[in-house]
């Protein structure tokens, strides 16, 4: 089992910035491709960005959603076995429960069902 630990969350105003981070203590950190997906309310999973195991796999790719490509970079640091979410120029649209997951894979897919361990989700509230 995987314990993932998320904070950054929060109230921002739109064009603002957030970083979200998500801890997995005492775990074997880059065994795991890393993804952040949002909920927002009365909607589905929507995936935001995912990150493969490490660097020296396939380059440390990643991949975005089209709809946050330019404004959100993710990223890890497998020494401190945790992954980041940086989020900038935030639009009231972006505002959901912002989940971090984790999949026994070198990469990962797009779907809740890639991922084999979530966080217990942050809220991001953006305000126009």
């Known amino acids: 089992q995987v314990q993932l630990v998320e904070s950054g969350g929060g109230l921002v105003q739109a064009g603002g910035s957030l970083r979200l981070s998500c801890a997995a203590p005492?775990?074997?950190?880059?065994?795991?491709?890393m993804g952040w997906l949002r909920q927002a309310p009365g909607k589905d999973h929507e995936f935001v960005a995912r990150?493969?195991?490490?660097?020296?796999?396939?380059?440390?790719?990643?991949y975005y959603a089209d709809s946050v490509k330019g404004r959100f970079t993710i990223s890890r640091d497998n020494a401190k076995n945790t992954a980041y979410l940086q989020m900038n120029s935030l639009k009231p649209e972006d505002t959901a429960v912002y989940y971090c997951?984790?999949?026994?894979?070198?990469?990962?897919?797009?779907?809740?069902?890639?991922?084999?361990?979530w966080g217990q989700g942050t809220q991001v509230t953006v305000s126009s």
């Open positions: 005492g775990r074997t950190f880059s065994n795991y491709a």
């Open positions: 997951a984790a999949a026994r894979y070198a990469n990962a897919g797009v779907k809740r069902d890639d991922y084999n361990y």
């Open positions: 990150i493969v195991v490490s660097i020296t796999w396939n380059g440390g790719r990643t």
